[in-house]
T-cell receptor, first 114, second 115 residues
């Protein structure tokens, strides 16, 4: 079945450090791919998305490129801030449909220190 | 910007009691979902709902769970007889408007604590 695997966390960085959170997937066809963020005490917010191979999603300085050949969608940010501290989830709609249930990775806790 | 709302934000209940979690999806969306997240674990799909019926459910969604869209705006999740292991954050989501956007919008969640 469709699945998402994220790098094990937690990740602890100093402010202005470079961030990579790895995400690989197994899926039927070529679904859209998403990164969601969950700030402390809040719900899930869509951070960025990519709808087809080689697309790059970007938002708030974060980027991720849909790599069909490596089945990956790694999240990157060049210079993290304390306010980026949150849990990050990679996700895809399962079953080959765009409106299918989302399958999430296990989440990566990011802590950024001043 | 339109948003999904959920009430209550926190619900405490005793084991064996019934709870109803409420959601108001984005008004022109067509698909509705419930997910849950046990503390420290990943977000898990419970059920999807389309055209006034369940379109898919997970193995977690047993006979103790039910969903309903009683009117044009609310979408509810009922747990008939709560267990300790039902303690989790429950998220509602909705998707698909007339423009064909497949982005799932999530509500802020209801934290359910079963004692």
């Amino acid at each position: 079945g469709d699945s998402v695997t994220q790098m094990e966390g937690p990740v602890t960085l100093s402010e202005e450090a470079f961030l990579t959170i790895n995400c690989t997937y197994t899926a039927t066809g070529y679904p859209s791919l998403f990164w969601y963020v969950q700030y402390p005490g809040e719900g899930l917010q869509l951070l960025l998305k990519a709808t087809k191979a080689d697309d790059k999603g970007s938002n708030k300085g974060f980027e991720a490129t849909y790599r069909k050949e490596t089945t990956s969608f790694h999240l990157e940010k060049g210079s993290v801030q304390v306010s980026d501290s949150a849990v990050y989830f990679c996700a895809l709609p399962a079953g080959g449909t765009s409106y299918g249930k989302l399958t999430f990775g296990q989440g990566t806790i990011l802590t950024v220190h001043p | 910007e339109p948003e999904v709302t959920q009430t209550p934000s926190h619900q405490v209940t005793q084991m064996g009691q019934e709870v109803i979690l409420r959601c108001v999806p984005i008004s022109n969306h067509l698909y509705f979902y419930w997910y849950r997240q046990i503390l420290g674990q990943k977000v898990e799909f419970l059920v999807s709902f389309y055209n006034n019926e369940i379109s898919e459910k997970s193995e977690i969604f047993d006979d103790q769970f039910s969903v309903e869209r009683p009117d044009g705006s609310n979408f509810t999740l009922k747990i008939r007889s709560t267990k300790l292991e039902d303690s989790a954050m429950y998220f509602c989501a909705s998707i698909l408007d007339s423009r064909g956007s497949y982005e799932q919008y999530f509500g802020p969640g209801t934290r359910l604590t079963v004692t």
